[in-house]
């Protein structure tokens, strides 16, 4: 489908050419090109539609190539540009980042075909924006190339606009059209930081000028062509409006439910009776003396991630405490295991009026600090009405969480809007924060790269390796369903090939582990199940591990980890734990949630990707057979890691700042 798109999509602008009057500017634009080629060739995005065609035009007297993506939704895109001859190298991406994961690949490709006297054609501004802003990797291309930038417009008179980022731009039939070549502009080989910036916005002033140029030639409306300028950051909180006002209003009802609420959860083992009070704002701690630091994380992962700030935050501040919170049992019997001295863990508090201004009266943080995407309306703007600085630490967003905040808008912006800093995972999360009214936002990385691995409970782990002894063994970590029908037939596979081959699955919700067994043994595996207190025996095909808080002592027991949630478009889970325990991993295609940490894997070929039973079988026969496979993947993994780390010392350093100095701190008030 995407290939007949794209031959389509050829034959039409192939139409508007044949079918409008043409100019070109300059006239002899054909022999200006040729004495500067190879170079690169560069366009605004959501005005590139008919650029195919200057290829024609030009006669094709020099090679023209572009990278496009890799995914099949780019399909399309490739089959159009080799249609006009223009050869399609496959890469990251369809822009040169030059921080962005995956921008090394793209620069090093360019660099490739400029070299061997392409001509490489590129847009300048990068999805999903700033619209008409240049990025750096246009002018990094060109420093290292030697070769120079051209800008380039082309216009029609009649066009549709669609309302995207940059206002794509479908050019119509019998219009009168125009080509428009800029200057070229030759950056320096010895450019620094500052010098490149120079020469990124003269890019954005060629390109404003040639497509100006254009539009003007054709008598086009640029207007309509030209992306509406973001916003004015915004220097204080926003206006809480109505729409929070009515959460807040409604939260109120609450208090009404709440106890019957958290008696259901009570009897499914999701809240401890004893420390109940806690939900409704009242301690179970005394609070200790002096300055004290509050971060709120949601669950198991965020706190492992979160663990190794507070260590190094109360290890540069003596006189300072801090206050965890949680929303889920496994997370506080972690927090009971690993919490350091001067580090008190509480539950959090349901986020209603009443209940969240009793948990502050009572606390009287000096600084809060959010963690990744736990956003609770109540608290964010009663610790903003105190005047207590405000930190979202390790924020990530998905694509689906930014649509419904975004279409949330009357929520969105006076909540973000109030966190005096922002640190997010990478640059896409950090663009997306801004959209939705973060202030002071900055990409930093992503602390659960320098996290520790999970825990191993070596009692357990002996009892399990002597169950398993001399049995390979493959963890199949948070699975969702029907993952696991899929690994079931990979095992049958290994199995035939491999005897005593043995599966544990750990599925991502407990819950679900007498259904999976139940399934499998309609299957004829034989399947032991963790949640009855069974162990695996010699003839255990397929152990469930139904259980909380056990990864770390699973990725301890094998070499080899599926992690879940990735065969199916969950967006999958986090491989870092298992990396941490020298697992090597394998994945399923869908692994969004992840980007930058799988990108970076697959990169330096530290994980292997699969689609099926058939291909999880062979990775995982040839991990457990081939000599060279588990140190290759070792090694890819640790050095896609080094790449993203650092995380961890630029936040402490970002925290201490919001913290009041020993001499001056005090009880927020």
């Not at 690949?105 to 490489?120: M, N």
């Not at 689609?611 to 057979?625: M, Q, R, S, V």
Request: charged share 20%; net charge positive.
């Amino acid at each position: 489908m995407g290939r007949l798109a794209g031959r389509l999509g050829a034959r039409y602008t192939r139409f508007v050419l044949r079918t409008s009057t043409v100019t070109i500017e300059p006239p002899d634009m054909v022999a200006r090109a040729n004495a500067v080629q190879p170079f690169i060739l560069a366009m605004w995005h959501g005005q590139f539609v008919l650029m195919p065609t200057l290829h024609e035009i030009n006669g094709k007297s020099y090679p023209v190539s572009a990278i496009a993506a890799k995914h099949r939704d780019a399909t399309a895109i490739r089959t159009l540009l080799r249609e006009f001859d223009i050869e399609v190298v496959q890469g990251a991406g369809a822009g040169v980042r030059k921080r962005d994961r995956g921008g090394s690949a793209a620069l090093r490709i360019a660099l490739r075909q400029l070299k061997a006297g392409s001509t490489f054609s590129i847009t300048a501004d990068i999805p999903p924006g700033p619209a008409r802003k240049a990025g750096m990797g246009i002018v990094t291309l060109a420093k290292f190339s030697g070769r120079p930038i051209v800008p380039f417009a082309v216009a029609t008179s009649r066009f549709l606009v669609f309302p995207t980022w940059s206002r794509l731009t479908i050019n119509l039939p019998y219009s009168k059209l125009a080509y428009v070549m800029g200057e070229p502009i030759w950056v320096p080989a010895d450019a620094d930081e500052a010098t490149l910036d120079t020469y990124r916005r003269e890019v954005e002033a060629g390109l404003n000028d040639v497509t100006k140029r254009a539009y003007d030639i054709v008598g086009g409306s640029l207007a309509r062509v030209t992306p509406p300028a973001p916003p004015e950051p915004l220097t204080g909180p926003a206006p809480e409006g109505l729409a929070l006002k009515a959460y807040s209003a409604g939260t109120r009802l609450l208090t009404l439910v709440a106890p019957a609420m958290l008696a259901v959860r009570g009897r499914q083992g999701k809240e401890e009776a004893e420390r109940r009070g806690e939900r409704y704002g009242k301690a179970s701690l005394p609070r200790p003396d002096g300055p004290l630091i509050w971060l709120h994380a949601a669950s198991v992962g965020e706190t492992n991630a979160v663990l190794p700030v507070i260590e190094h935050v109360l290890a540069k501040r003596p006189d300072l405490s801090v206050l965890l919170t949680t929303g889920t049992v496994t997370s506080a019997a972690m927090a009971r295991r690993r919490l350091p001295p001067r580090a008190l863990h509480q539950y959090i508090v349901l986020d209603a009026p009443d209940y969240v201004r009793a948990f502050l009266d009572y606390w009287q943080p000096n600084t809060a600090v959010f963690v990744e995407s736990e956003i609770w309306p109540n608290l964010v703007l009663e610790v903003s009405r105190r005047s207590i600085p405000l930190a979202l630490i390790n924020a990530r967003m998905s694509s689906r969480s930014a649509r419904r905040w975004a279409w949330l808008k009357g929520l969105s912006l006076p909540l973000f809007s109030r966190f005096d800093l922002v640190l997010t995972q990478n640059e896409p999360f950090a663009r997306t924060l801004s959209r939705l009214g973060a202030r002071n936002v900055r990409a930093i990385g992503n602390l659960k790269i320098d996290a520790p691995p999970p825990v191993v409970d070596a009692v357990e782990l002996d009892k399990l390796r002597q169950a398993l002894a001399g049995r390979s063994v493959l963890v199949a970590a948070s699975t969702h369903d029907p993952e696991e029908e899929t690994i079931a037939d990979a095992h049958r596979l290994i199995a035939s090939r491999l005897p005593g081959f043995c599966t544990i699955i750990a599925p991502r919700h407990p819950g679900r582990g007498k259904g999976i067994a139940e399934m499998l043994r309609a299957k004829g595996f034989t399947v032991a199940l963790r949640s009855a207190g069974e162990r695996p025996n010699e003839t255990t095909d397929i152990y469930i591990v139904d259980t909380i808080g056990e990864l770390g002592t699973l990725y301890a027991l094998t070499d080899v980890a599926f992690v879940g949630g990735s065969l199916i478009q969950h967006g999958g889970q986090n491989p870092i734990e298992a990396i941490g325990h020298g697992v090597a991993v394998l994945t399923g295609p869908h692994w969004t949630n992840f980007r930058d940490i799988y990108r970076a894997l697959l990169r330096h070929k530290g994980a292997r990707e699969v689609a099926n039973a058939g291909e999880l079988a062979t990775a995982i026969e040839e991990i457990l057979t081939r000599e060279d496979e588990l140190p290759r993947l070792r090694s890819g993994a640790k050095t896609a890691l080094a790449s993203l780390a650092g995380a961890l010392d630029g936040t402490v350093a970002a925290l201490l700042e919001l913290l009041p100095a020993p001499t001056q701190a005090r009880r927020a008030s």
